[in-house]
């Protein structure tokens, strides 16, 4: 008889070289771990991690320490009638016609924007010279605020992650997390009030004017959702634009498609969310004893379920390990895919689903159209091999292309 492997160490070295063969051992062997240096519960198997996000039983607690202290207190906290109400008055910012209307010129702008700096290069690191810098600028840009200042964007949102994913508890780390909450304080009040004095066309300034049932954001409701959007937004969106063409990339025939029909662009992001998300880890807080993982979880734990691990889970998909924009045991369509009902976690489930996951669909789908436009020929620069880094989030450290320009 076989022993049974040993339970992987999240914090370890070899799981942040290769975090998939731990998440095999885990779903397999220990689909429910204590893991007492990071204080938490773990769950790796595709129906646990989404029962953590629909089921009541499980909260956002957590988000009192984990997030509160880098963005002030977020929608992400919020329950019942205070959670539905604050979600009523950003949600409209984010789909259908203020979507399309207001936001999509400004994604496609800044996306072409970027590609101009590049595209007669005949080279390009698609990590540095777009997706860092795409996302960020495209929030800027919709909250009215000055795009001079990208780069203490891009420290402001590089400090707050590193907060989040700080599982070592380094407390250097935790200390550039706090002057980051004071540093964007001091830059986004004054604008919160400037806005609220005069106000404009931007989603800033919706934010300021937006009311449901007699209630609207405070300043620091709006400074809040604009330091957790700015993160959010810009961290996600960042990881999935190169994780995108580095798996299409990697396997050329489904490029060709994608070139071809651009309208599998939905279906390649889809894809790309289940097999390489941006987010590999999110929390949870258990309001009572729970049975979980085959095992029993009491109540106020934290419990951290591996989304990188359920998005590959065999129980769930034929052949995880494997990119197909064509398989079938995923829904691709927008109305699904992009939805509180999508098949793949990257989102998560339930009345927390990604509030800006149409934003990021929308993103996506620009960038990879201007891309594949400017670069009609794109391939991997010879001999690289692309590597991925993170451990709460994943990307890409770099992607260099080459390609005949268009």
Partial sequence: MGTEAEA??????????DPYAAYRIMREHHPLIRHEPTGSWIISR??????????????????DWQLEPVHGRTILQMSGREHSVRRALVAPAFRGNTLQELFLPVIERNAQALIDGFAAAGEADLVADFATRFPINVIVDMLGLDKEDHDRFHRWYTSVIAFLSNLSQDPDVAADGMRTREEFAAYMLPVIEERRNDPGDDLLSTLCRAEVDGTSMSDEDIKAFCSLLLTAGGETTDKAVSSL???????????AAVRADRGLIPAAFAETLRYSPPVHMIMRQTSQEVRIGGGTVPAGATLTC???????????????????????????????????????????????????????KAEVEVAANRLLDAMPDMALREGFQPREQGVFTRGLTELPVRFTPA
């Fill in 8 to 17: 992987p160490d999240i914090l370890s070295a070899e799981f942040a070289d």
């Fill in 245 to 255: 063409f580095r798996n299409l990339l990697d396997n050329p025939g489904q490029l």
């Fill in 46 to 63: 595709y129906e646990d991690v989404a029962r953590a996000f629909r089921d009541p039983a499980f909260t956002t607690g957590n988000y």
């Fill in 306 to 360: 591996l989304i990188g691990a359920a998005n590959r889970d065999e129980e769930r998909f034929a052949d995880p390990g494997t990119f197909d924009i064509f398989r079938e045991d995923l829904t691709t369509t927008k109305d699904v895919a992009f939805s509180a009902a999508a098949d793949h976690l990257a989102f998560a489930l339930g009345r927390h689903f990604c509030v800006g996951a149409l934003l990021a």
